[in-house]
């Protein structure tokens, strides 16, 4: 009898280690993942002159918008930017000109909660095509 509370302890100890063990290997795994995606740059952040820019995206399947943006490859609006509107750049192609300005930029707007496709024309910067931000698709 003096034995069966020492196995018995054994085997716990031995399940509590193996808890322990899993329980720290998924800490272990975790933290690196983690600490890159904390680690992954952010894209430039720009602000637009005008107010009410309609920021886009395609409900329908396939790449008719990213490949081409303009109003009628990306017919849904999802929000509208406003002067002062923190709007964090991924990506920049060419689409529709607009304004003399033939790009048009993927924005997250980080003060409204909203992402899509935006007509560069309306981004607070002199240049057409934005410095730091790389190309997204097309030519």
């Keep these: 009898m003096s034995n069966k509370p020492a196995k018995r302890g054994a085997r716990l100890g031995g399940a509590a280690a193996a808890a322990v063990l899993c329980a720290l290997g ?36 396939g790449f008719r918008c990213p490949e081409f943006p303009s109003p009628g490859n990306c017919p849904q609006v999802v929000g509208k930017a406003q002067p002062g509107d ?12 607009v304004g003399g300005n033939p790009n048009w930029v993927f924005v997250d707007n980080h003060t409204r909660g909203f992402y899509g496709w935006m007509a560069s024309y309306f981004i607070s910067h002199p240049d057409n095509w934005l410095p730091g931000v790389p190309q997204c698709y097309g030519p």
């Excluded at 637009?48 to 920021?55: I, P, Q």
């Excluded at 923190?86 to 689409?95: A, F, H, K, P």
């Design 26 to 61: 998924m800490t272990l795994s975790a933290a690196p993942a983690q600490a890159a995606a904390e680690q992954r740059a952010a894209g430039p952040v720009f602000t637009t002159w005008a107010t009410d820019v309609n920021v886009r995206r395609d409900p329908n399947p």
């Design 86 to 97: 923190q709007l964090e750049v991924t990506c920049q192609t060419r689409g529709e000109t």
